[in-house]
């Protein structure tokens, strides 16, 4: 799949949630590998934040990531925008705003992806890096027993389960098994509170911007009438019966389990700070900002620690090329023929798999009694495996081989000992031009990267 961007730009106007302030954000198309930028343009050299975990700084309602440089240079409330942003596929995006948060609009993502969907997006010349969850991973907050699982999946899906010790708003569940359903099930979702939390948020001089418009209130906890009377004139709206819990907005609930399916929105915009799509399933037993946060910051340590992750390898599937194949595409043979087969194929990469066994002929002096597969060897199975790649551009392969001009950055990480299934992965950096290729070249064992190395080749045809 490739990256997408806005096919054009759109802005849209409205208050602050906490700040109570006009506000202006535009969302416009960004280059490819660009992410989630936001770009406050009220400050002098409009200094820009990049929507990753890592520079999350505060989660009381709602999340707020800071420049790393200056932590005074902030955007909050940006969960809903992100949330229609991944939900659409969309890859790469710069947010212009003109305040230290983004409008509230109605308090859901609605507005959000309707605005998506009416400007379009447009694919890019680069593939999407998904995320793919290879094994369970769990967060969990120990004070309230709270916590999120990602188990692996082919897809993206999200359960969700609320609890809350109310008379109004108890247990509720809600799921999204398919992400294109999202603008039709989850995005019009608004977020909610209790009238119990509301004089405290305003004393900690925030919520200046909400209204029953913009959030689902919940009367639970049975107060004076004079007190309900006060409380309804700060946030300027009509007094209601003290004795008569429920919700006080005057527009209905969409579902009967809206405010479950608004903490999937905001699970699913605090996993948009992963900053890659995610492929898993999401079980979120009473989620909020501080574990969704925590959870993207944990798979965003793992991408650092490396990376790239390693292709998917069932050794029950067929290969699309077997050893037979590959010796109609390359010249080697015994001994130097060093990919078994190529598992997956397309324009701009390539996957092949080596068996190391202990009858290698190198192993009889490298080393007699401690086998090593020597680097070079692995430099030069990435080569052939690339050189595959490659010879599938042009008609008739046969006729052709690549020759390496230059090998860069070559590392090695691991040991390669028999017993060993390396899994290699060549992507093309650029564009084949006159016959020249350059590669990225990775070898895996397991999940871990034992080798690396930039490529240029060139195919000429044999004489």
């Not at 505060?58 to 809903?80: D, L, M, P």
């Not at 052939?384 to 081989?401: C, K, N």
């Amino acid at each position: 799949m490739k990256q997408r961007t806005l096919k054009q730009e759109f802005t849209l106007t409205g208050k602050g949630l906490h700040t109570g302030l006009h506000i202006e954000a535009t969302f416009k198309p960004a280059d490819v590998n660009t992410g989630y930028i936001f770009k406050r343009i009220d400050l002098d050299g409009a200094p820009t934040i990049e929507a990753v975990a890592e520079n999350v700084i505060e989660t009381q309602r709602g999340t707020v990531v800071a420049s790393r440089s200056h932590k005074e240079v902030k955007v909050s409330t940006i969960e809903h925008a992100l949330a229609a942003l991944y939900a659409a596929g969309i890859d790469n995006c710069v947010i212009e705003v003109n305040a230290p948060e983004l409008p509230i609009l109605d308090g859901s993502a609605i507005i959000f992806a309707t605005k998506i969907q009416e400007v379009g997006f447009i694919e890019q010349d680069a593939e999407k890096d998904f995320y793919v969850v290879k094994q369970r991973i769990k967060v969990v907050d120990p004070d309230t027993g709270s916590s999120l699982i990602v188990l692996p999946d082919d897809e993206f899906s999200i359960d969700t389960m609320i609890e809350f010790d109310s008379p109004v708003l108890s247990n509720q569940f809600a799921s999204l098994s398919n992400i294109a359903n999202f603008k039709d099930e989850i995005a019009a979702c608004r977020t909610f509170v209790f009238v119990r939390e509301v004089m405290p948020l305003l004393q900690m001089n925030l919520i200046k911007g909400g209204d029953l418009d913009n959030a689902i209130v919940i009367y639970d906890t049975p107060m004076q009438q004079d007190e309900l009377d006060k409380l309804a004139d700060v946030m300027n709206v009509p007094h209601k019966p003290a004795n008569e819990l429920g919700y006080l907005n005057n527009k209905p609930l969409l579902f009967k389990n809206e405010p479950a399916r608004h903490k999937l929105l905001d699970v699913l915009g605090d996993l948009a700070l992963i900053g890659r799509p995610l492929k898993g399933r999401i079980v979120a037993t009473r989620p909020g900002h501080k574990l969704n946060t925590q959870l993207s910051k944990k798979i965003r340590q793992e991408l650092r620690r490396q990376n790239v992750q390693a292709p998917n390898y069932d050794p029950n599937l067929e290969p699309l090329f077997d050893v037979n194949k590959i010796r109609k595409m390359l010249p080697h043979r015994y001994p130097m023929q060093l990919v078994d087969k190529i598992i997956e194929m397309n324009d701009e990469h390539i996957v092949g798999v080596k068996c190391v066994t202990a009858n290698e002929p190198f192993f009889q002096g490298h080393f007699p009694d401690e086998p090593v597969m020597p680097g070079v060897l692995q430099v030069e199975a990435m080569a052939q495996t690339g050189g595959i790649l490659v010879l599938s551009s042009v008609e008739d392969p046969e006729r052709y081989s690549t020759y390496f001009m230059k090998i860069d950055n070559v590392k090695f990480r691991q040991k390669v000992v028999p017993g060993d299934t390396l899994v290699f992965y060549l992507s093309l950096l650029t564009p084949i031009r006159r016959g020249v290729a350059v590669m990225k070249g990775y070898a895996f064992v397991g999940e871990k990267v034992v080798s690396e190395a930039e490529f240029m080749a060139q195919i000429i045809k044999n004489k």
